[in-house]
């Protein structure tokens, strides 16, 4: 386009300078003067080409405005692509611009995998501190019925092992910076736009960038900003970190292993006092049940003293605001392996001569209030009939539900099976042992 706006211009100019020329030799011929240079029109100077599209620097200059924010990188090689005219005289084209970065750029990432095996040294060291009281005590030979929940909890570390652990694992753990970018590599960014020529400059609109591969650079720390003695991943670096996490581990199992054999003696002391208090346990439980087998024992014998042969009780009976006495003599007894039986008379003590046969059983053992249970069934006799106790004697169902006491006395009710659901009617009895009565003959 330029070069057909210049070739226009020269036609032009050839044009002009032939017309002037063939004026001047037609002058000449006709004989007429020639015009002074003060009468001849001087010529129009040349309108200035106008550009087709915008040059790389004006098109670099908009690019690296629009890409202010991304330091990391210094504009390179500019690539345009082929521009399309618009109706409006405006084109839209597309570029791209090769970015060079200025340093060397690094990742900051997790301790790498390289340092994985004294990592696990360091876990080794610290779980060997920190066993719970159960594992010790297993070692110096307890059972599982002595491990308490508490035993089997992680062992707090003291704080002469705890700051050396976290610095130990603090060195194993720490971040690393890893290069990921070289100085001189080259990144992209791309825009389309849209331009036109106004007032004698060009005019971009419609802007579009692609900049992810420069904004990427952000992500990463340039090397000028690194801090201070920052671990930039190497061979040699995992060498040298290497060897310092296994001098600490080291030093850390040597500063707890003092701790960790008190720990061991303590649980020995534990087991050791724990055997001996079993040991304790079961000599006193064992003297407890001796001691209660004798006191039960020695009920049973009690029990059987109280209703021998020939033993005498006496008391009273109420009912309501009624009352009377009443005696208890057992002629024979026998014992049982968990009872004693026996038979007798009972009467109203004023009336030795009138009295009614009984069976009875004394169950050996032991109720909760500590007395024995003793039932007694009434059969025929002598009895008072004017006695409210004849209800109980004439029937043909009469007996007493009594309670046998560590002192030998008896009480409970007198009563009748068909009673049952009038407890009222019951006689309540109670009767303490008595010498056995001289000359007293039983009668039949």
């Known amino acids: 386009m330029k070069r057909l706006i210049i070739q226009t211009i020269a036609l032009t100019a050839s044009a002009t300078l032939l017309t002037s020329c063939f004026d001047e030799i037609k002058q000449v011929f006709s004989g007429e003067e020639s015009a002074t240079p003060a009468e001849q029109t001087p010529a129009e100077p040349a309108a200035p080409a106008i550009p087709t599209e915008p040059g790389n620097e004006e098109i670099t200059r908009m690019l690296m405005e629009q890409l202010s924010g991304c330091d990391a990188a210094d504009a390179g090689q500019l690539t345009c692509g082929t521009p399309t005219r618009n109706t409006d005289e405006s084109i839209s084209m597309g570029a791209s611009l090769r970015m060079k970065v200025k340093e060397d750029m690094y990742a900051k990432e997790l301790a790498p995998a390289e340092l994985n095996k004294e990592r696990q040294a360091v876990n080794e060291a610290a779980n060997a501190a920190m066993k719970p009281e159960s594992v010790y005590l297993f070692q110096v030979g307890a059972t599982t019925d002595l491990i308490t929940e ?250 007493l539900s009594l309670q046998l006491s560590k002192e030998g006395k008896l009480a409970g009710i007198m009563s009748c099976a068909s009673w049952a659901n009038s407890p009222e009617k019951a006689f309540q009895i109670s009767m303490s042992p008595k010498a056995k009565e001289e000359g007293r003959k039983r009668r039949r």
Request: net charge negative; proline share 5%; glycine share 4%.
């Open 150 to 399: 508490e035993d089997r909890k992680a062992k707090p570390l003291p704080e002469h092992l705890l700051t050396p652990l976290n610095e130990l694992k603090e060195l194993a753990e720490a971040p690393v910076f890893r290069k990921v970018v070289n100085a001189g590599d080259e990144v992209e960014a791309s825009a389309t736009f849209t331009a036109k020529y106004t007032d004698g400059a060009w005019q971009f609109s419609n802007i579009v960038v692609d900049n992810a591969a420069l904004l990427a650079l952000n992500d990463y720390t340039a090397q000028s900003a690194l801090p201070q003695d920052a671990p930039i991943i190497s061979p040699e670096f995992q060498e040298q970190r290497k060897a310092a996490i296994r001098e600490k581990v080291a030093a850390f199992n040597q500063l707890a292993e003092p701790y960790i054999k008190s720990r061991e003696e303590a649980a020995r002391s534990t087991l050791t006092e724990h055997q001996a208090r079993a040991e304790e346990e079961a000599r006193r439980m064992t003297e407890q049940a001796a001691a209660q087998e004798a006191a039960r024992q020695a009920n049973i014998q009690g029990y059987v003293q109280a209703l021998a042969a020939g033993k005498l009780f006496s008391g009273e009976w109420t009912r309501d605001k009624r009352f009377g006495e009443i005696s208890l003599h057992i002629e024979e007894s026998r014992q049982f392996d968990n009872s004693v039986q026996f038979v007798g008379t009972i009467y109203d003590t004023k009336l030795p001569d009138a009295s009614l046969d009984i069976i009875g059983r004394c169950d050996l053992t032991p109720r909760e209030d500590g007395t024995a249970q003793v039932d007694i069934t009434i059969y025929d006799g002598q009895y008072d009939p004017d006695q409210p106790t004849a209800e109980v004697y004439d029937a043909k169902d009469g007996m």
